[in-house]
């Protein structure tokens, strides 16, 4: 009877240990859509910070060819005028106001060829970023879509694992049930572990030498003194075969 609960208390544990990294596995799943979100938002901001500039150079572009179109006329219709200028004083100063026109305009002209080519390298900047955009959204949807085959996977097993650990807890009394449950309550899993020579496997801390005793005979389940969690001797319990294990040298 000792062993068969035993049994089933360490399938029970396999059971929750499964299902504690199921449950970690869903919890960190999103994680990796967080941060493809956030580098995604970042992105944007970039974009955003590179449409501003973009609309500012614009609007200096447009500024600029309006001033020399402008300037360009008057200097136009001033040379008209030229003709008619009655004395030498209105003279000079027409040819003054015509030398700051172009010279004006000279300053403009070369303005407009560094805006120009400050426009061409924004938007090769806003080309890149547009061309990142795509990929990581394209990253994102496969993520997406990963992300919730894996959850509808571990959603699937978790189902399984309640459904084969109610069937455990059926084969263990309920007070030894409850006992379990309790630890498993206030202790980091796992909550029964197997003593080896003498030492737990949860604390890695000796138990005393009579409860050791006691533990061989297997007549209850006991609990170690010093992290409380259940014990049993791990003569009572074969080990797992590994494939390794499993496989028989050739003769």
């Known amino acids: 009877m000792y062993l068969k609960q035993i049994e089933q208390l360490v399938v029970l544990q396999k059971v929750d240990d499964e299902i504690v990294l199921l449950q970690d596995e869903l919890k960190r799943a999103p994680q990796r859509i967080s941060e493809l979100e956030?580098?995604?938002?970042?992105?944007?901001?970039s974009a955003e910070i590179v449409r501003d500039k973009l609309k500012y150079l614009n609007d200096q572009q447009k500024r600029l060819e309006t001033e020399i179109e402008?300037?360009?006329?008057?200097?136009?219709?001033?040379?008209?005028?030229?003709?008619?200028?009655?004395?030498?004083?209105?003279?000079?100063?027409?040819?003054?106001?015509?030398?700051?026109?172009?010279?004006?305009?000279?300053?403009?002209e070369e303005?407009?060829?560094?805006?120009?080519?400050?426009?061409?390298?924004?938007?090769?900047?806003?080309?890149?970023?547009?061309?990142?955009?795509?990929?990581?959204?394209?990253?994102?949807?496969?993520?997406?879509?990963?992300?919730?085959?894996?959850?509808?996977?571990?959603k699937a097993r978790l189902a399984e694992l309640d459904a084969r650990r109610a069937e455990a807890g059926t084969a263990v009394p309920r007070p030894i049930l409850q006992?379990?449950?309790?630890?498993?309550?206030?202790?980091?899993?796992?909550?029964?572990?197997?003593?080896?020579?003498?030492?737990?496997?949860?604390?890695?801390i000796s138990i005393p030498p009579q409860s050791f005793i006691e533990l061989q005979k297997g007549v209850q389940i006991l609990s170690c003194p010093n992290c409380q969690r259940l014990i049993y001797w791990s003569d009572h319990i074969a080990p797992?075969?590994?494939?390794?294990?499993?496989e028989t040298p050739a003769e």
């Open 179 to 204: 006992r379990y449950e309790f630890i498993r309550s206030r202790l980091k899993n796992p909550v029964i572990v197997p003593v080896d020579a003498g030492v737990c496997s949860g604390c890695h």
């Open 240 to 246: 797992e075969e590994t494939p390794e294990t499993a």
């Open 111 to 154: 303005e407009k060829v560094t805006v120009a080519e400050e426009l061409a390298r924004q938007n090769l900047e806003l080309k890149s970023i547009d061309e990142d955009t795509q990929g990581l959204d394209a990253e994102l949807a496969v993520a997406r879509q990963s992300l919730d085959e894996r959850i509808a996977v571990a």
């Open 38 to 45: 956030k580098r995604r938002q970042e992105i944007e901001d």
């Open 70 to 108: 402008t300037d360009s006329m008057r200097l136009k219709k001033s040379k008209s005028k030229m003709m008619q200028v009655g004395n030498s004083k209105e003279y000079h100063a027409m040819m003054r106001e015509m030398d700051n026109l172009e010279k004006q305009n000279r300053g403009r």
